[in-house]
């Protein structure tokens, strides 16, 4: 599983029109080929014996056929990389977005076992929190955005708002072994143990040991309502589109329509994307088939070479519709799904918010949905990707944009809380504050909600920004690169 550096700080089912049958038939030709059983899916390998330059071939030609800016790629010597991987770093487009970013900021690659565990079942190593990094250059400040319930920093009371002072005896602030840094923050694997002096937000500083496991994540997290003199609100805070959110987000919209919410606040503030069916699943129950019916949630756009079929599947395109059902990700498939039936949602929002959790804003607003959008820019990802494993290596690349169902699709540079520009929504800017929990009613971005709510007034920034402890601002979160990402199945 690839980390950024605290130092940077960050079934084939037919063939298709076009040319992209030698790299169907270069699949599986690997020069260390897999063997046995893949112990997810219960299947055997389909590896055999192949060399490193079929390898290289393979990712050349799946590029050519499928990736959505294929036509940019430029020229590059397979014998000069060593590597497979080295090979598809290179083989996408160096062009930039209007503002100067780069276009593809998305071209990634996982262990295949590694992508498994975590999109299926939601496992990774790790100590169960999620760190956000303030700061990123000397003087560096990194604290806890959340954690997992059970975790070891769960259990070590590493919760929202500790700062990490020391790891391994290396100071955050000022030191300069990165490397010392990167390990104790981002375990490798499980059962490493390192050493964290930290700072609770009472000012209190103390040592804590964890030691590295394997954790579930509980991707929806802390579901309640909230009394006001308008009538009840709830709350969500939902932090991953794996497949086991199905079933955390049917109960958390359960639980609310039950209890009889007038309005819904939704906090992705750190949710990165997956599973670009979980948003789906998510909008319909938010909105309700009044508000849905014969709408699309999102049309996927290939590249020229497929205007028609899809060229990863061979199927005809066809939009990914509001999921009135389950689709069995963690729930039996076809099981009806609740809804709340809501003419508005309010979204909270921050620079992680990527990919499916954006398509989620996106979707609502093309079925006509008012989204109030409190917090910070999202990342600016409407592309997306179907994983490829080849030789245990899975390769993500950009396959396809996605549009709403008015076919809006044009938010590269991210959607900002308040602008009035096309696509952008209502709302307000407002930074992350780390001294008060999520879901609490005084945390600065939930606030601001309900306050919305009631008047339809911002907070000025001073009040915005003092936050009680002084301890705010936009955290980069970091994640594995899965949980940043809009993924369609097969």
Sequence with gaps: MRWIPVAVLFSILTSCSGDDSSWRGLIGKCANPRSGVDPITGNGYPDEKGTLDDEKKFLKAWIDDTYLWYSEVPAAEAAQYTTATDYFDVLKTTQKTASGNDK?????FEDTADWEQLSQTGVQAGYGVTWALL?????RKAVAAYNEPGSPAANQNVTRGVEVITVDGEDVVNGTNVDK??????PA???ETHTFQVLDLGSTRRTVTMTSANVTGTPVQNVHTIDTATGKVGYMLFNDHLATAEKGLVNAVTALKAAGIADLVVDIRYNGGGYLDIASELAYMIAGAQNTNGKIFEQTIFNDKHPSNNPVNGS?????????????LSLSRGLALPTLNLAKAYVLTGSGTCSASESLLNGLAGANVQVIQVGSTTC???YGFYPEDNCGTTYFSIQFKGVNAKGFGDYSDGFVPGATTTGSFAGCKVAD???HALGDVNEARLAAALAYRQSATCPTPTSSALLSGGLSGEGRVFKSIFQTNRILRR
């Design 181 to 186: 840094l990167n390990a104790g923050l981002f």
């Design 433 to 435: 504050d780390f001294s």
């Design 104 to 108: 593809d900021r998305f071209h990634f």
């Design 316 to 328: 005809l395109i066809s939009p990914t519709p509001f999921h009135t059902s389950t689709v069995g």
């Design 380 to 382: 600016g990802k409407p």
């Design 135 to 139: 700061a990123t250059r000397p003087p």
């Design 189 to 191: 694997g499980i059962n």
